[in-house]
């Protein structure tokens, strides 16, 4: 059945629903595909162990590992069966084997100690979360993981200073509110329904609060007028560490939609102006659709003053060099990622597939007398697909082109950031854990001849504004020596300490997320990097700083650079 072959290609994706709902040409649905491969996944430890123990890939020798993985699952744990006619080849294929296929089933749930497969399947469902596997891959879950503990997350509510305060809504929103000083004491104390109404005030980002896991939000009137906004910590970073200030050029939003990073800005902007600010936010987004989403969050937030739409707007094909490009003082990069960081959306599920065996083991006797008869191992009939998948392998390293295409284009896109004549600052963020989309991307723009050529360089720790600094979790240095090759790359811990990191699974209680800001050094007309000094002496050209903002050989200063104004 044409399930099963559409199926198994999904199988170990990232982004797994949004690849399966926008894909074209599928006969079954995308909601029976998305469900079919999301379960299979889920218990695919057990179901390898299944089809291994029972070495059925060694008896049905063209059914593929992904395949089988669709059909055993569904033979076992689904009400109706294998989704397919009686005298079907693919069913036949498993159904011939239902017996052994039970017994090994059952074996390992007792071994896991469980009294049915209605206690195993509870605890799996209950248990479920997205908790990484390991410090190099936190995009990847299994049911080993799951079987070990559960993560919550937090419901993260930032106050839209655009339309409120952060006083005001703590006294009427949440009045009836507990304020607690820690996520892991708000996570530790509400679950369920009848949870206890608590709240944390964000220590690192302003106007920001934590409420339980469980808080139904989207009735209350502060959401639908915009006073509230659901942001994620991590996604609020890169507003606040560009930390705009009004009168120091426009600032442009390069990939805008949904809109709550933009809104932010605009937010931020207003704040330090004390009313409504000289300079204007400029969102572009290129696809229609998108487009419309960002428009409706704009009129939400109450920004429409700020913000100009460029609706269906391409940023590369933007010209630097035109007004009012040319003016542009500050950027915002948020672009297509893997999407790999995203908690209970998209997240990317670890398959255990099963190995085919080349020899019958020794302890499958009563097997082997039932079968014989025959000559060979039973095979399933010609008609079947061969290429539907094969190994872990095989996704891996489509994953790895994936992401080096990824790269190729972030990077082409902080390129491009850097050559608007007036931009004194750039803020590059994805939601992607991959070292390749994060930190090998800013090493390799830190050494561009654009970068060069123009003085960009990274901003560093304690350059930031102070709950960017704050932040424990920096950038990963192994990725920076990694590409430590490049000609022209110094001082990498200090570019590694410069990147932040959040990561999904911890008490941070976030999502993962990467986040860099470059900086570009004045320029003879002693242009400002942020509000305060100029970042050399006008009068002394020969002061200049490398790619870290520590003073370059050769520089002719006994000053000591003192870095950025931290005053939010």
């Known amino acids: 059945m044409s399930l099963y072959?559409?199926?198994?290609?999904?199988?170990?994706?990232?982004?797994?629903?949004?690849?399966?709902?926008?894909?074209?040409?599928?006969?079954?649905?995308?909601?029976?595909?998305?469900?079919?491969?999301?379960?299979?996944?889920?218990?695919?430890v057990v179901l390898k162990a299944v089809i291994e123990n029972s070495q059925l890939l060694s008896?049905?020798?063209?059914?593929?590992?992904?395949?089988?993985?669709?059909?055993?699952?569904?033979?076992?744990?689904?009400?109706?069966?294998?989704?397919?006619?009686?005298?079907?080849?693919?069913?036949?294929?498993?159904?011939?084997?239902?017996a052994r296929l039970h017994a090994e089933f059952t074996k390992y749930r007792v071994r896991k100690g469980f009294a049915s497969v209605e206690d195993?399947?509870?605890?799996?469902?209950?248990?479920?979360?997205?908790?990484?596997?390991?410090?190099?891959?936190?995009?990847?879950?299994?049911?080993?993981?799951?079987?070990?503990?559960?993560?919550?997350?937090?419901?993260?509510?930032?106050?839209?200073?655009?339309?409120?305060?952060?006083?005001?809504?703590?006294?009427?929103?949440?009045?009836?509110?507990?304020?607690?000083?820690?996520i892991s004491h708000l996570l530790e104390e509400t679950s369920g329904a009848t949870a206890e109404k608590l709240l944390h005030i964000d220590k690192h980002i302003p106007n920001l609060l934590a409420l339980p896991s469980s808080s139904k939000l989207a009735k209350l009137t502060a959401y639908q007028d915009g006073s509230i906004i659901l942001q994620d910590k991590a996604s609020c970073f890169p507003a606040y560490i560009l930390n705009p200030r009004s009168g120091e050029g426009d600032v442009l939003?390069?990939?805008?939609?949904?809109?709550?990073?933009?809104?932010?800005?605009?937010a931020l902007l207003q704040f330090h102006a004390s009313g409504r600010p000289k300079s204007r936010v400029w969102a572009c987004e290129r696809d229609k659709e998108r487009s419309v989403s960002l428009k409706n969050m704009i009129g939400t937030a109450g920004a429409e003053k700020i913000i100009n739409i460029k609706a269906e707007q391409d940023f590369l094909k933007l010209n630097p060099a035109e007004p009012p490009w040319n003016m542009i003082g500050s950027l915002l990069l948020d672009p297509s990622c893997s999407g790999s960081g995203i908690v209970g959306r998209d997240q990317m599920l670890s398959v255990a597939f099963p190995k085919k065996q080349t020899h019958f083991s020794n302890t499958s006797k009563s097997l082997k007398r039932k079968r014989k008869r025959r000559s060979e191992p039973a095979h399933i009939s010609e008609d079947l697909d061969e290429n539907v998948?094969?190994?872990?392998?095989?996704?891996?390293?489509?994953?790895?082109?994936?992401?080096?295409?990824?790269?190729?284009?972030?990077?082409?896109?902080?390129?491009?950031?850097?050559?608007?004549?007036?931009a004194h600052k750039v803020v590059y963020s994805t939601c992607s854990v991959y070292s390749q989309e994060n930190e090998q991307v800013v090493i390799k723009a830190l050494s561009s001849p654009i970068a060069l050529q123009r003085r960009w360089r990274i901003l560093r720790r304690d350059e930031q504004?102070?709950?960017?600094?704050?932040?424990?979790?920096?950038?990963?240095?192994?990725?920076?020596?990694?590409?430590?090759?490049?000609?022209?790359?110094?001082?990498?811990?200090?570019?590694?300490?410069?990147?932040?990191?959040?990561?999904?699974?911890?008490?941070g209680g976030t999502q993962g997320f990467f986040v860099s800001a470059f900086v570009r050094d004045a320029d003879q007309n002693g242009f400002r990097s942020d509000g305060g000094d100029p970042l050399f002496d006008i009068d002394n050209p020969a002061v200049t700083v490398n790619m870290c903002g520590n003073p370059a050989e050769g520089s002719d200063t006994d000053q000591e650079w003192e870095g950025f104004s931290d005053e939010e």
């Open 465 to 507: 504004v102070s709950g960017a600094k704050a932040w424990p979790i920096r950038g990963d240095r192994d990725a920076c020596h990694r590409v430590s090759d490049i000609d022209g790359i110094h001082d990498l811990p200090v570019i590694g300490e410069a990147c932040i990191r959040c990561e999904k699974g911890t008490d």
């Open 389 to 422: 998948f094969t190994t872990a392998e095989d996704d891996t390293t489509k994953l790895s082109a994936r992401l080096e295409a990824l790269s190729a284009f972030q990077l082409k896109l902080l390129l491009h950031s850097f050559h608007f004549p007036k």
């Open 253 to 266: 939003d390069a990939c805008a939609a949904p809109g709550n990073k933009t809104t932010q800005v605009a």
């Open 120 to 182: 195993l399947r509870a605890h799996v469902n209950s248990t479920f979360s997205l908790e990484p596997q390991n410090k190099d891959d936190q995009s990847k879950t299994t049911l080993s993981d799951c079987l070990t503990k559960k993560w919550n997350y937090p419901r993260w509510v930032r106050i839209n200073t655009l339309r409120t305060s952060l006083d005001e809504q703590l006294s009427t929103t949440f009045a009836d509110y507990k304020k607690v000083d820690s």
């Open 59 to 98: 008896y049905e020798r063209k059914l593929t590992p992904g395949v089988a993985l669709l059909l055993v699952h569904d033979l076992l744990l689904t009400r109706n069966g294998v989704a397919a006619p009686e005298s079907h080849p693919l069913r036949l294929a498993v159904t011939r084997h239902k």
């Open 5 to 44: 072959y559409e199926a198994a290609p999904f199988l170990g994706r990232a982004s797994l629903k949004s690849q399966v709902f926008s894909s074209k040409g599928l006969k079954s649905t995308p909601k029976q595909v998305f469900a079919l491969v999301s379960e299979a996944s889920k218990w695919s």
